[in-house]
Each structure stands twice: as C-alpha cells, then as structure tokens.
C-alpha cells in the first residue's frame, strides 16, 4: 500500500519526461525552447566531465552556506532576546515589519553599490533572505512556549543563560526549523538572481551565460541542479529534525 | 520541632480594572519542620497564589513569608505544578535531573539521586522515554521526582493530582506519602479536595473563599505510616473530613454565590 503509493508519486514526473522527449523527437515542440531530456542529460554529462558544473555549485555553495550563517546565527539570537524581553520586542518589531515587505530581489542594486560586484554581495543577499524568515519564526516561537516552563526553571534556579539554553531554544526549536527551510527556499532564489548581474561564476551565472550564448540545454541543466540543490537541504532539514527533535509527538 | 515555614500578616492584592482585588488578606501562620500541611480552600481563595509567593514566583503585597534555612547548599524550595510542567523536549531522566543540573550538582551525585527517585516513583525503565510517550500520571511522577531529587529545604505543591483520575490520584498519593516518609521534608500542598488533605496531611487549613484568609487550622493524628485504604474504613477519618467540609461548606457557598 505504502509502496503503491509512492509508486504513484514517480509516475508523474517520469511520464512528463517521456512525453516531453517524444513530443520533441516528433518534432511538435521546438527543442530550441525545450530540449530533449535524452538532450539535457548529455549536457549535464558534458559539463560535469570539464568540470565546469562542479566549479559553479560549488561557488554557489559556498554563498550559500556563508549568507546561510551570516543571516542566520544572529536571526535566532536576536529572535530569542525578542522573544523572551518585551520592551526589547516592542523596540524591534517595527524596524522587521517596515522592511520585511521589501523584496529582497529589488535590493541588488542597493546591495552591488555598497558591496560590490565581488562575493560579499552574494553572500549579503543570501543572509538578508535567511534573516527575515527566521528571526520571525523564532520569535513565534519563544511566544507559544507555555509560560509554565518558565516557572519551572525560575523556581529550580536557572540562570538566564540556562534558561536561554534548556527552555527557551529547544521549546521554540520546531519553529526556528521552519524559518530555516523558508529561508533555504529562500536563499536559493536569491543567490540564482545576484549570480546572474555582475558575477563570473556560480549556478546563476551559469544560467545567465547559457542565456547569452543561446545555449539552451546549458539552462536547463542549470535549473535542474538549483531543484536538486533545494532537494537536497529539504532532506537534510528532515534528518535534522529527527536527529534534534526526538521529542516531538509527529514525529 | 522549630518553626520551618513562617507566615506573619502575609497580604497580596492584584490591580484589576476598576480596584483593588485582595487575594490573600493578613494570613499568619507557622508550620514547624517536617510537617505536611495542606491547605484547602475554594477555588479563586488566593491559594495558589499563595503558594506562588513561597516559591518565588509571585511577589508579596505585604507582610512576610519566610522559609528557614538549615543547609546552605540545598534550594528553599522545589515545586510540584498542577497540570503538566514537565519538559516535552527532555526525556524522564533529564526531567528528573533539571534541579540539580540548574544548581550545578556532581554527575555522580545526579546519577545516584536520579536513579534513586525514578526507582521510586516506578520510573526508572521509562528514563529514556519523552514525556510525549507517558501517561498523565507518569508525567505528574516525573514532576514529583525532579522535586524530590532537588532535595530542597520545603517542598511546595499546587494540586499536582487534580488532572487525574481517580484510581491514578489513589496511586500517587500512595507513592508521595512513601517518599515522603523517607526524609520527612516540610511539605506546603494545595488541594481542593477535603479527602486529599486529611488522607495527606498533618496539619489541614481551610482558608475562605476571596479575599483568602484562614478559616480554621486542624491537626491531624491519625497515625503514620498510613494505608490510604485502611484509612478509608477508619471512623476518625470520616469524622474529620466532615469537620472540615463542615468550615469549608460555607465558603463554598460563598463563592458560589459570587460568582452567580
């Protein structure tokens, strides 16, 4: 039953490929705008053996992984301090809920001139993506803790770092989970758009480069491996659930 | 025995919309050490609140409550919440270890104590367990041990069996008495429920409906260690829960009336 089902679930996409193929060896679709799978796939083989895929998700890793801390370590810190002081909240609040609604993607200009064309810009919009989502949801978080474990740890002595590390962390943990997978999402559209203005390497350039060249199943392998990437971390966040969370009664 | 905890024109009011509400109103009172005194009030008598302020949590309004202290390295006092307290994300055994841990005990030292008050509260084959995967009575048996196992100077407890069932509560008031007898710490325990206190205590206070004040102190004699089900059978026990519904039908009455 349970197998059946996943069954289903590989059914879809393996027949949109095998449509698609056929649709293009039949000469329906032009695979000047949708190349054949069989097409991409030789591409990404290509690309893979130079070498030139490698160097690319790589660079895009590492923007990634560092926006990922420099955005998100102080978002769960700030978060808490928010969460647990409410004249620190109140304080803080309105600077987050003025500038969250700015499309982050509509700050690159802002973010080239001030960090210029080379990495730091990257990485700067990665860590602004991550930091909104987080911050928030940890906030959240350390709200819906019930007030009761905090009389616990006041009445047996806790510090206030104590208290930071055994209540208030691992009771708002499931939701700062869910800022981090909103804010993988989000790093990766923004490091696929700052890649794409002013830079010379990474999964965005690569892309953007395909698009100068008319290289077509370029672009495609392109978008294929940022899917696989974003994947790749919703699996590792769901082992990191089970790894962090054992508490938890879904689980 | 010398007095452990000492209450002297103890007082606390709340600001509410339009006044001042008392919910406890110049309550004295001594309880000597090693006694189990239980309170009994109807609810909204400012018990809990009372409770709340010999744990620190809530400030006085006015007068004194004041614990002594005969052990520099033990904590004043340890807790037993009603309702469920214990920590969803630790297991039964970091549960039980939580005082300790948060006042910096030896690991040899918690691992004894832990041990000790999990073995006797049946729990100790569900340490791994999250509290998630026990029943609400194991999860009050985990409350009571973590206090236990502080070894505070009083222990403090806020109708820890009022979110049971029946059968349950018979249970764990059995097991509370057993440990209890152990070391025979001075107990402060809230209940509403006249059984409770006089199958529990030494020494019962009935307070009146709010503004809290005592209504009436009664000791207990019957005998120790106690069979919670001989005592059931035992004439005196029936003619002293109903002496104290006796003062606490009033008050009932009472507060019933207000909130009407």
Same mark, same amino acid.
């Given at each position: 039953?349970?197998?059946?089902?996943?069954?289903?679930?590989?059914?879809?996409?393996?027949?949109?490929?095998?449509?698609?193929?056929?649709?293009?060896?039949?000469?329906?679709?032009?695979?000047?705008?949708?190349?054949?799978?069989?097409?991409?796939?030789?591409?990404?083989?290509?690309?893979?053996?130079?070498?030139?895929?490698?160097?690319?998700?790589?660079?895009?890793?590492?923007?990634?992984?560092?926006?990922?801390?420099?955005?998100?370590?102080?978002?769960?810190?700030?978060?808490?301090?928010?969460?647990?002081?409410?004249?620190?909240?109140?304080?803080?609040?309105?600077?987050?809920?003025?500038?969250?609604?700015?499309?982050?993607?509509?700050?690159?200009?802002?973010?080239?001139?001030?960090?210029?064309?080379?990495?730091?810009?990257?990485?700067?919009?990665?860590?602004?993506?991550?930091?909104?989502?987080?911050?928030?949801?940890?906030?959240?978080?350390?709200?819906?803790?019930?007030?009761?474990?905090?009389?616990?740890?006041?009445?047996?002595?806790?510090?206030?770092?104590?208290?930071?590390?055994?209540?208030?962390?691992?009771?708002?943990?499931?939701?700062?989970?869910?800022?981090?997978?909103?804010?993988?999402?989000?790093?990766?559209?923004?490091?696929?758009?700052?890649?794409?203005?002013?830079?010379?390497?990474?999964?965005?350039?690569?892309?953007?480069?395909?698009?100068?060249?008319?290289?077509?199943?370029?672009?495609?392998?392109?978008?294929?491996?940022?899917?696989?990437?974003?994947?790749?971390?919703?699996?590792?966040?769901?082992?990191?659930?089970?790894?962090?969370?054992?508490?938890?009664?879904?689980? | 025995?010398?007095?452990?905890?000492?209450?002297?024109?103890?007082?606390?009011?709340?600001?509410?919309?339009?006044?001042?509400?008392?919910?406890?109103?110049?309550?004295?009172?001594?309880?000597?050490?090693?006694?189990?005194?239980?309170?009994?009030?109807?609810?909204?008598?400012?018990?809990?609140?009372?409770?709340?302020?010999?744990?620190?949590?809530?400030?006085?309004?006015?007068?004194?409550?004041?614990?002594?202290?005969?052990?520099?390295?033990?904590?004043?006092?340890?807790?037993?919440?009603?309702?469920?307290?214990?920590?969803?994300?630790?297991?039964?055994?970091?549960?039980?270890?939580?005082?300790?841990?948060?006042?910096?005990?030896?690991?040899? =030292?918690?691992? =004894?104590?832990?041990?000790?008050?999990?073995?006797?509260?049946?729990?100790?084959?569900?340490?791994?367990?999250?509290?998630?995967?026990?029943?609400?009575?194991?999860?009050?048996?985990?409350?009571?041990?973590?206090?236990?196992?502080?070894?505070?100077?009083?222990?403090?407890?806020?109708?820890?069996?009022?979110?049971?069932? =029946?059968?349950?509560?018979?249970?764990?008031?059995?097991?509370?008495?057993?440990?209890?007898?152990?070391?025979?710490?001075?107990?402060?325990?809230?209940?509403?429920?006249?059984? =409770?206190?006089?199958?529990?205590?030494?020494?019962?206070?009935?307070?009146?409906?709010?503004?809290?004040?005592?209504?009436?102190?009664?000791?207990?004699?019957?005998?120790?260690?106690?069979?919670?089900?001989?005592?059931?059978?035992?004439?005196?026990?029936?003619?002293?829960?109903?002496?104290?519904?006796?003062?606490?039908?009033?008050?009932?009455?009472?507060?019933?009336?207000?909130?009407?």
């Amino acid at each position: 039953m349970f197998f059946g089902e996943r069954l289903i679930g590989v059914i879809s996409p393996l027949l949109l490929l095998i449509v698609w193929e056929a649709l293009v060896r039949f000469q329906v679709i032009s695979p000047q705008f949708f190349p054949a799978p069989s097409s991409i796939i030789e591409a990404l083989i290509k690309l893979s053996r130079s070498g030139e895929l490698w160097s690319n998700v790589s660079a895009s890793l590492h923007r990634l992984v560092l926006g990922f801390i420099i955005g998100g370590v102080p978002a769960l810190v700030l978060g808490i301090i928010m969460g647990l002081s409410r004249p620190i909240r109140l304080f803080i609040d309105p600077l987050i809920a003025s500038t969250y609604p700015i499309p982050k993607s509509a700050l690159l200009p802002l973010v080239l001139l001030i960090f210029g064309l080379g990495e730091n810009s990257k990485i700067a919009m990665v860590a602004m993506g991550v930091f909104y989502p987080v911050i928030m949801n940890t906030v959240t978080g350390v709200l819906q803790i019930p007030k009761i474990y905090f009389d616990v740890s006041s009445n047996f002595g806790a510090s206030p770092w104590k208290i930071f590390r055994t209540v208030a962390l691992p009771g708002a943990a499931p939701f700062i989970l869910t800022g981090v997978k909103l804010g993988v999402g989000m790093g990766l559209i923004l490091i696929a758009i700052a890649e794409m203005v002013g830079a010379d390497s990474g999964l965005g350039y690569m892309i953007w480069n395909a698009w100068q060249l008319m290289d077509v199943e370029v672009m495609y392998v392109g978008l294929l491996v940022i899917a696989f990437l974003g994947f790749v971390f919703t699996l590792l966040l769901d082992e990191l659930e089970r790894w962090f969370l054992p508490w938890r009664k879904t689980m | 025995m010398p007095t452990k905890i000492s209450l002297s024109n103890l007082s606390k009011s709340f600001p509410s919309r339009s006044a001042l509400i008392t919910a406890i109103d110049n309550v004295s009172l001594d309880i000597s050490s090693g006694t189990f005194c239980v309170i009994v009030g109807p609810s909204g008598c400012g018990k809990t609140t009372l409770l709340r302020i010999a744990a620190g949590l809530e400030s006085k309004t006015s007068g004194d409550l004041s614990i002594v202290r005969e052990d520099l390295k033990r904590p004043l006092n340890a807790m037993v919440f009603q309702g469920d307290s214990i920590f969803p994300w630790m297991s039964v055994w970091d549960n039980a270890a939580y005082g300790l841990k948060m006042r910096g005990a030896g690991a040899g =030292e918690i691992r =004894e104590v832990v041990s000790h008050y999990l073995d006797r509260t049946g729990l100790l084959r569900f340490a791994e367990y999250f509290p998630h995967q026990l029943s609400g009575g194991m999860r009050q048996r985990v409350s009571i041990a973590r206090a236990f196992a502080n070894d505070p100077e009083v222990l403090l407890m806020d109708e820890p069996f009022s979110a049971l069932d =029946e059968q349950n509560k018979l249970l764990l008031q059995e097991e509370l008495l057993r440990i209890w007898e152990e070391h025979k710490k001075t107990v402060l325990f809230i209940t509403h429920s006249v059984d =409770e206190a006089v199958t529990l205590g030494d020494k019962i206070v009935v307070m009146t409906a709010s503004p809290g004040r005592i209504k009436a102190v009664v000791d207990i004699n019957l005998p120790r260690p106690r069979n919670i089900l001989e005592l059931r059978r035992d004439p005196e026990f029936g003619e002293l829960v109903f002496q104290i519904w006796g003062y606490l039908r009033a008050e009932v009455d009472a507060a019933r009336a207000r909130a009407s």
